[in-house]
């Protein structure tokens, strides 16, 4: 998307992943990612799991992915959903899929747990796919008060849509009083304003999409993704748009005074907040607080982009809000996991490349 300015150097946000003779990262390790989190909101742990643990993810998400009966998310993309532009849905708490959580938990326990005391819920382990075609996500916040992790179980390309963040951007104490104590209004203009773009980016697409025998619309489509009434906050909807009834983007939020405080601000936008591009490689972990001004790009590639999701809760989270922005599977709704859990559970037993990993570090 030209209209904005992403960087794609993920360097300085990037801590090489070291494990102890445990498992577990190393206090040294451990150290500098809670400074990145604390900095900039986000870490980028590389190299935290091996190739074949990496498989091992990608296979329970594709066995997933396959089942007819499989359980979507309903907090975004659910046009996308529909359509198979995407293909968000929460994953079983079976064995598998619990061992594999349990791994990457304990792998990041001095990290998860400065955050998450042992009793705090799992709100949702989940594969996020991406197809051609698929929307660009606004630039967004999911509900405050969650730790959650992307892993990539096979490596992105900046063209298969990795989720693009807005370094900084988080909440703490104090943080209201950055930026000349005007942080959180100039947050909203900056997220303003790449919203207008995102928005203007999907729906060029979109027309663009009519006549392109490479992701063709299906048939009612365009109409549900430009038209419909149905509640959807990650689309070009024209109507929802005029109406002011996204949450995300919509003409409410482009009055006079605000076109004025873009325009004022201009400057100052530019030099504070910029967009980067995650573009990770197989077994690198991204880390990052829920309120960290974030978005799913699309996919501009034929292929399909595959990543791993979980979250934790690091505080009480009333249930609306936790279906606001999370989908847990039924199966752990039924039986509900907490962080302890995962901590005490069977992992993955450990590749010969993770105990050299170990004793490399």
Request: charged content about 25%; hydrophobic content about 35%.
């Amino acid at each position: 998307m030209n209209e904005l300015k992403v960087s794609n150097d993920m360097s300085a946000f990037a801590v090489p992943a070291a494990l102890d003779e445990h498992g577990r990262l190393t206090e040294q390790c451990v150290r500098q990612a809670l400074t990145m989190m604390d900095t900039h909101g986000l870490v980028v742990l590389t190299d935290l799991l091996s190739d074949a643990e990496a498989k091992i993810g990608l296979d329970l998400m594709r066995q997933t992915i396959e089942d007819p009966d499989r359980a979507q998310c309903a907090f975004a993309s659910e046009t996308d959903n529909l359509y198979l532009r995407r293909d968000f849905c929460s994953l079983p708490s079976t064995p598998p899929v619990t061992r594999f959580a349990a791994t990457l938990c304990q792998r990041l326990e001095g990290v998860l747990t400065e955050y998450c005391g042992r009793s705090r819920p799992l709100l949702e382990i989940a594969t996020f796919t991406s197809y051609l075609g698929s929307s660009h996500q606004y630039v967004h916040r999911d509900p405050s008060g969650v730790i959650s992790l992307f892993a990539a179980v096979e490596d992105v390309s900046d063209q298969q849509g990795g989720t693009v963040f807005v370094p900084g951007t988080h909440a703490f104490g104090g943080s209201d009083n950055q930026h000349g104590g005007q942080a959180s209004e100039l947050m909203e203009m900056f997220r303003i304003r790449c919203n207008w773009h995102i928005f203007v980016h999907n729906f060029r697409k979109l027309w663009r999409m009519r006549t392109d025998p490479a992701a063709p619309l299906a048939p009612g489509e365009f109409r549900d993704r430009v038209f419909s009434r149905n509640w959807d906050q990650h689309q070009p909807n024209l109507l929802r748009f005029m109406l002011g009834k996204n949450s995300q983007f919509s003409l409410r939020k482009l009055g006079p005074r605000t076109l004025w405080k873009l325009y004022r601000h201009r400057a100052a936008l530019g030099e504070r907040f910029h967009l980067v591009q995650t573009a990770p490689r197989r077994g690198s972990v991204i880390i990052y607080r829920s309120d960290l001004l974030h978005a799913g790009p699309d996919n501009r590639s034929p292929h399909p982009r595959h990543i791993f999701g979980m979250s934790i809760a690091r505080d009480r989270i009333d249930t609306k809000y936790w279906h606001d922005g999370y989908s847990p599977h039924p199966m752990l709704m039924a039986e509900p996991l907490c962080l302890g859990d995962l901590l005490d559970a069977e992992p993955v037993p450990a590749s010969p490349s993770v105990l050299d990993h170990r004793l490399r570090a």
